[in-house]
């Protein structure tokens, strides 16, 4: 006679590999690429063209001794203010299915970046080189890598090697301008390269590791403590 379907079906399914919980909820292993996810990546990309505009503002190339920790607060307060705002508004547009508030993840993103800007306000350039490698950085990685996919990490197989090196090509590049050009003293290319490599090689090593820490804090405080 012949065989029982589920039990054909049994003896073609592939066998599970199982995976850590940290694994399985990786963007790159869980969620797929549609539409609302793009929007996501890109809005979240959005943020690394902060350092280029901030420079243009009133007084900001006035010597921070001069203006002190208030107008650095309105400034860093009023920017994040609007792009938390714009965030809530459009929070169904930007939040994945599973996922209840975005709020979360908009404050882990901001709280390396705001914690640099105001405890080293005579060199913000440090705070917007580590919002360039979360905004760019990762934000690439997630996007390349949930596109091309490719060969997975050996210790994080939720992770691809395309996208690391997304987050180092496209993160290296936009935070080493973004530290130059927002450097309120003159500061070199070279001396610039030279930081923000180090400070986004410690934020991909960090990217790349399973935790169940979300992933945007994992990646600004590592690019701080890199700085």
């Given at each position: 006679?012949a065989?029982d379907?589920?039990?054909?079906?049994a003896?073609?399914e592939?066998?599970q590999?199982?995976l850590?919980?940290?694994?399985e909820?990786?963007?790159?292993?869980?969620?797929k690429?549609?539409?609302?996810?793009?929007s996501r990546?890109?809005?979240?990309?959005?943020a690394?063209l902060?350092?280029f505009v901030?420079p243009f503002l009133p007084?900001?190339s006035?010597?921070?001794?001069?203006?002190?920790?208030?107008?650095?607060r309105?400034m860093?307060?009023?920017t994040a203010?609007?792009l938390m705002?714009l965030?809530?508004?459009y929070?169904k547009?930007?939040?994945?299915?599973?996922?209840?508030?975005?709020a979360?993840?908009?404050s882990c993103?901001?709280l390396?970046v705001?914690?640099l800007?105001?405890?080293?306000?005579?060199?913000?350039?440090?705070g917007?080189a580590?919002l360039?490698?979360v905004?760019?950085?990762?934000?690439?990685?997630?996007?390349?890598?949930m596109s091309?996919?490719?060969p997975r990490?050996?210790w994080?197989p939720g992770k691809?090697?395309t996208g690391?090196?997304?987050?180092?090509?496209f993160?290296?590049p936009v935070?080493?301008?973004?530290?130059?050009?927002s450097?309120?003293t003159?500061?070199?290319w070279?001396?610039?390269?030279?930081?923000v490599?180090a400070?986004?090689?410690?934020?991909?090593?960090a990217?790349?590791?399973?935790?169940?820490?979300?992933d945007?804090?994992?990646?600004?405080?590592a690019a701080a403590m890199g700085m």
């Amino acid at each position: 006679s012949a065989p029982d379907s589920g039990a054909a079906c049994a003896l073609v399914e592939p066998a599970q590999v199982e995976l850590s919980p940290a694994v399985e909820n990786s963007p790159e292993h869980s969620v797929k690429l549609t539409r609302q996810e793009v929007s996501r990546k890109l809005w979240h990309m959005s943020a690394g063209l902060v350092p280029f505009v901030v420079p243009f503002l009133p007084y900001y190339s006035v010597s921070p001794e001069h203006w002190g920790l208030q107008g650095l607060r309105l400034m860093v307060i009023g920017t994040a203010f609007v792009l938390m705002s714009l965030s809530l508004v459009y929070s169904k547009r930007f939040a994945r299915p599973n996922e209840r508030s975005i709020a979360k993840a908009m404050s882990c993103y901001a709280l390396p970046v705001l914690a640099l800007l105001l405890l080293f306000p005579a060199q913000l350039q440090l705070g917007f080189a580590v919002l360039a490698i979360v905004a760019i950085g990762d934000g690439a990685a997630g996007l390349i890598g949930m596109s091309l996919r490719g060969p997975r990490l050996l210790w994080n197989p939720g992770k691809t090697v395309t996208g690391t090196l997304a987050f180092l090509l496209f993160g290296i590049p936009v935070a080493t301008a973004a530290y130059w050009f927002s450097a309120q003293t003159a500061v070199t290319w070279g001396e610039s390269v030279s930081i923000v490599t180090a400070a986004a090689l410690a934020a991909a090593v960090a990217e790349s590791i399973p935790s169940s820490i979300d992933d945007n804090l994992r990646v600004g405080t590592a690019a701080a403590m890199g700085m």
